[in-house]
């Protein structure tokens, strides 16, 4: 993933919805996510995202994976140790499926 999505709390999802016209449904994030998918395959770019369990339904970093001053600061990227393991274990789940010759997933 080029960035993690924002942090829940620090950036009102509704309105970013509201003022941008970003539908957050389901079926449309996974469209999404698959073109962005493609675009890499395409560009021979692998593509690692984020994961379901550091995801909110409107497609947020849950506040639990703040780095210790993010909320107070208003700091809408960074992100604790928690978070970062969480995505080196996916970058290197990653790796293993293509070393095996095996496509990765989208989520």
Do not use: C, W
Request: aromatic share 4%; proline share 7%; glycine share 4%.
């Amino acid at each position: 993933m080029p960035t993690s999505l924002p942090l829940e709390g620090v950036v009102n999802a509704d309105r970013e919805a509201r003022l941008y016209h970003v539908p957050r449904s389901a079926p449309v994030v996974a469209r999404v996510l698959e073109a962005v998918a493609d675009m890499g395959r395409a560009n021979s770019v692998p593509i690692v995202f984020q994961p379901a369990e550091a995801t909110t339904d409107l497609m947020m970093t849950p506040a639990r994976f703040a780095s210790r001053t993010a909320i107070e600061g208003q700091d809408v990227v960074h992100k604790g140790a928690a978070f970062a393991a969480l995505m080196i274990r996916e970058a290197l789940a990653h790796l293993a499926l293509r070393s095996e010759g095996r496509k990765e997933s989208v989520p």
